[in-house]
């Protein structure tokens, strides 16, 4: 029996350079933002098509995902992130759910720390 509920999307390393922060410094300066997103939806049919038509465009997510990072500001990664989340959701009725990761390399912590981050998961309402 082959199910589909665990297919997905992987838009994994994107890199966008945006405003986002709480600080002045950051919000006037700017930083590279890394972002991973996953999106849960039937791939059965594109499967078989091989059409584009049957499947999320994973074109349309990037852009989404670039547009909210370089053309928004947000103070908090929590508002970046669950803006992507929501308008990735907003992209297709196919969409079941979506994971988001936001990453900020740079931040003004005293101390060695590869990055800060978050991740949200949203589902489509039933």
């Known amino acids: ?68 990072v370089e053309q928004k500001k947000f103070e908090m990664i929590e508002a970046l992130g669950g803006n992507i989340a929501n308008r990735i959701l907003a992209l297709d009725s196919r969409i079941a759910r979506v994971r988001v990761s936001v990453k900020k390399p740079q931040v003004c912590i005293p101390g060695t720390l590869k990055y800060v981050g978050i991740e949200m998961t949203r589902e489509r309402s039933a």
């Open 1 to 68: 029996m082959c199910t589909t509920a665990d297919d997905k999307l992987l838009l994994h390393g994107m890199e966008f350079y945006g405003y986002h922060g709480d600080l002045p410094a950051e919000q006037e300066l700017g930083q590279k933002f890394l972002i991973d997103v996953d999106v849960w939806a039937s791939l059965a049919v594109a499967q078989s098509s091989d059409m584009l038509s049957d499947t999320i465009n994973y074109v349309e997510i990037w852009e989404i995902t670039k547009n909210s």
